[in-house]
């Protein structure tokens, strides 16, 4: 259309050029049929930047009310998010350290009790978020059932036969799994993730932050074991 318009303006002013009288002094001459041309492409050139400007306005003003709603619906996410995150009880001190072993080409990773309460409030978000979704959907989410398996192959020692022993099957719901597992990021790549959880157990509405979680890192994708979950250890800030 712009294009279409460009042209049509281009011709115009190419006409009255030529249409303009040079005489033999070489000074371009006045002629009013020139100077009528040239009014109006500017005319048409205004009317075109006129109305292009009133439809970007019109998108704009469009799309307002559906982008009001979204930042709305994200804030009312984030603040449904917060009071969960502010009802979970059990949850580390800020300075806590977490350390997971690395175990070449692995790196070890260490978090701090912050990076895991924010892991804990984005595992609320998450739930929040994939409600009312398809089951298939929900299964992509990175909010995952915890079922505490025992291991299949147990540490020499220590590690126990179950990644946290003070997470148990809810009473009368033996078919469900006792917890909800949701990634640490990779410290070394934060888009990434990293292979420690901070897991969580809901009952009667209440939240509790049960521990932290992962993989042993010395052992190889496809061999025994490799999918088995050690509890990771906090160590609290010296006062």
């Known amino acids: 259309m712009r294009f279409n ?23 371009l001459a006045p002629c009013s049929e020139l100077e009528a ?10 009317a075109i930047v006129f109305r292009s400007s009133n439809a970007k306005k019109a998108r704009i003003a469009a799309a307002a009310p559906g982008k009001a709603a979204e930042k709305a619906a994200r804030k009312a ?14 949850l580390p001190h800020r300075k ?3 350390h997971v072993p690395g175990a070449p080409p692995k790196l ?11 892991a804990v409030y984005d595992s609320h978000k998450e739930a929040d978020r994939i409600k009312g979704l398809s089951k298939t959907q929900q299964k992509k989410s990175p909010l995952k059932d915890f079922n505490n398996y025992k291991h299949a192959l147990p540490k020499t020692k220590g590690g126990g036969q179950r990644p946290l022993r003070n ?3 809810i009473k009368g719901k033996p078919n469900r799994p006792p917890g909800k597992e949701f990634p640490l990021p990779d410290t070394h790549n934060p888009a990434g993730v990293g292979p420690a959880r901070v897991i969580t157990q809901t009952k009667k509405g209440r939240h509790n932050f049960k521990g932290v ?7 190889l994708p496809g061999t025994h074991g490799y999918n088995d979950h050690f509890k990771v250890k906090g160590k609290k800030p010296k006062n």
């Open 37 to 46: 041309l040239e009014g109006a492409a500017e005319k048409l050139w205004g």
């Open 77 to 90: 996410q984030a603040q449904r998010a917060r009071k969960e995150y502010q009802a979970t009880t059990g």
């Open 5 to 27: 318009v460009l042209v049509s303006i281009t011709f115009l002013a190419t006409f009255a050029a030529g249409r303009a009288v040079i005489p033999t002094d070489g000074a």
């Open 108 to 118: 070890p990773h260490t978090y701090t009790g912050k990076d895991v309460r924010k």
């Open 96 to 98: 806590t350290t977490f």
């Open 213 to 219: 979680v992962s993989h042993d890192q010395s052992r």
């Open 167 to 169: 997470l148990k099957v």
